[in-house]
């Protein structure tokens, strides 16, 4: 989850309640890929180095997206939320868990990304709701990581009922340049 205190971009025009939250298509792959790039610019500001975040390439993304959306893998799902007017405004990604310790029954929240100008209005909330319900047709606990310094995702998480779970891990990034720290939260999707 991906947010910040203020929108660069000025409040958005459509409330989460107007939002279709579906699953993606293929036809998608350009609308993710520009909200994963500039989710990561506004909401990594300051975490992350400066000149790393302005080197993300909404092109590279989308030929991951394409490739991914195109033959999903098992039990993976990714959703977006699309106003009215047909912008992707955020998606969310969930999949089984990827951690070398994770059960067979363990899911994974890997990502939710919002536009600046959609934080704050809902759509996150939406998005994280229906990943958890796709998560439990399938796992009754989830996990995800959060970069440890992402103080409003943190606190969103927390008041949806994830926990730490006291796992954390170091990544490298970017061929090495880039050190990402990681903090690991868990929930239960049962009841």
């Known amino acids: 989850m991906t947010s910040s205190d203020s929108a660069a971009s000025g409040p958005a025009t459509t409330p989460a309640s107007a939002a279709t939250v579906r699953p993606a298509l293929v036809a998608d ?31 590279r ?7 991914n ?7 993976h799902t990714v959703l977006v939320a699309e106003t009215p007017d047909g912008t992707i405004a955020g998606f969310a990604a969930s999949s089984p868990s990827r951690d070398e310790d994770a059960t067979p029954d363990t899911g994974e929240l890997a990502s939710i990304y919002l536009l600046p100008e959609f934080w704050s209005q809902g759509f996150g909330r939406a998005l994280h709701t229906l990943a958890l319900t796709a998560l439990a047709t399938d796992f009754p606990t989830a996990t995800l990581w959060v970069l440890a310094g992402n103080t409003r995702a943190r606190t969103f998480y927390e008041r949806t009922g994830w926990t730490l779970d006291g796992r954390t891990k170091v990544e490298s990034v970017a061929n090495g340049t ?13 009841g």
């Open 29 to 59: 792959a350009s609308g993710i890929a520009r909200v994963h790039v500039g989710s990561w610019q506004a909401a990594y500001a300051g975490l992350l180095p400066a000149d790393f975040l302005a080197g993300l390439s909404a092109s």
């Open 61 to 67: 993304r989308e030929a991951f997206w394409t490739e």
């Open 69 to 75: 959306l195109a033959a999903p893998a098992p039990r």
């Open 178 to 190: 880039v050190t990402i720290e990681e903090v690991r939260y868990r929930t239960s999707l049962q």
